[in-house]
């Protein structure tokens, strides 16, 4: 049970399965995962989009760290090797060597946002979202995603720090000004 559970388990940034998770944010396979590696994909059950590693290093360490103090509660690690595996810094350790198949989510971040409003406008949660049958209807507009993406994915419009050393920053949402529909963020 627990294997098909983390063989369809959403990890955000549209993948699914701990194998392709380990990928996505190690490079490496699942059964080649360090410690720390583990508790932080463990970690990732309870919210992908607030406990990713891309998104928030500080968020996932802090949930990988809580992780592995329920494992020592557990029984499963001891109290050294927890210490020891907090002391791993993450951020230089990531590495996206996924590559998707042709049947993933095209709009990642669009699916993860529709995800997120889902749960938290019907509180149900996301394992039930995405097992149970749920029909969840959006107003996406594929052009305008795709030019989004486009956009964002050119390097040149997005230099790697600004003047004062901070890292660029962008977002945008596209809105039908009659109903509010989110038409591509």
């Known amino acids: 049970i627990l294997t098909m559970y983390l063989n369809n388990s959403y990890f955000g940034n549209g ?16 059964a080649n995962l360090t410690l720390d590696e583990a508790a932080t994909l463990a970690g990732m059950l309870k919210g992908p989009e607030i406990y990713n590693p891309y998104y928030s290093l500080e968020n996932a ?14 029984g499963k690690i001891n109290q050294d090797q ?11 350790r990531l590495a996206d060597t996924y590559v ?52 964002f994915n050119n390097d040149n419009l997005f230099p790697v720090s600004a003047y004062d050393g901070s890292s660029a920053q962008a977002a945008s949402v596209a809105l039908d000004p009659k109903t509010g529909a989110v038409r591509g963020l």
Do not use: C, H
């Open 15 to 30: 993948v699914w399965g701990v194998e392709d998770a380990s990928q996505k944010y190690f490079g490496t396979t699942a």
């Open 61 to 74: 360490t802090n949930r990988r760290d809580t992780v592995l103090g329920a494992m020592v509660d557990a």
């Open 82 to 92: 927890a210490a020891e595996a907090k002391t791993v810094g993450m951020g230089n």
């Open 100 to 151: 998707g198949k042709s049947d993933d989510y095209q709009y990642p971040s669009y699916f993860d946002a529709v995800i997120n409003e889902a749960i938290s406008t019907y509180g149900i949660s996301e394992k039930d979202i995405v097992n149970n049958g749920y029909k969840v209807y959006t107003e996406l507009d594929q052009n305008y995603q795709t030019g989004m993406q486009t956009t």
